[in-house]
């Protein structure tokens, strides 16, 4: 029975001296690492949030957005305010959801309005399509 005591003994021993080269006060927690930590996290995240957001607005000038199309095509027939008006109401009659289709679709002009805008609709009609009248030809 000694020799198993003795093996216990040695047994204990060993696990007492087990932690003898650790560092006294347990881990040490650094609060400037996890400071430095969170600010990396920080820039990252808003680095992505600028990325996203310069990506989104580039891809924006590009996309299918109806009220600029109508726009600029406005612009680029240099069309009065008038002119954009009675052409939006144009498109707001044939309930088109892309309201530049009046820029590229004839048939959409047929229809009714009063005398002097109709009149002006022909005008419109004649610069943006080009067609001459049945004199001219």
Request: one cysteine or more.
């Amino acid at each position: 029975m000694s020799g198993s005591l003795d093996s216990i003994l040695i047994f204990a021993q060993g696990y007492l001296e087990m932690g003898r080269n650790f560092r006294r006060g347990g881990a040490a927690f650094s609060f400037t690492k996890l400071v430095i930590l969170f600010a990396a996290l920080a820039l990252v995240g808003v680095a992505s949030w600028l990325l996203a957001t310069f990506y989104r607005m580039s891809v924006c000038e590009t996309c299918n957005h109806p009220g600029k199309l109508f726009r600029e095509l406005c612009r680029a027939h240099e069309l009065d305010r008038g002119s954009c008006r009675l052409l939006r109401q144009l498109a707001e009659q044939h309930n088109l959801e892309q309201p530049a289709l009046v820029f590229v679709d004839t048939s959409l002009w047929n229809v009714t309005f009063e005398e002097a805008e109709q009149d002006r609709i022909a005008q419109l009609k004649t610069m943006l399509f080009a067609e001459s009248s049945p004199a001219e030809s």
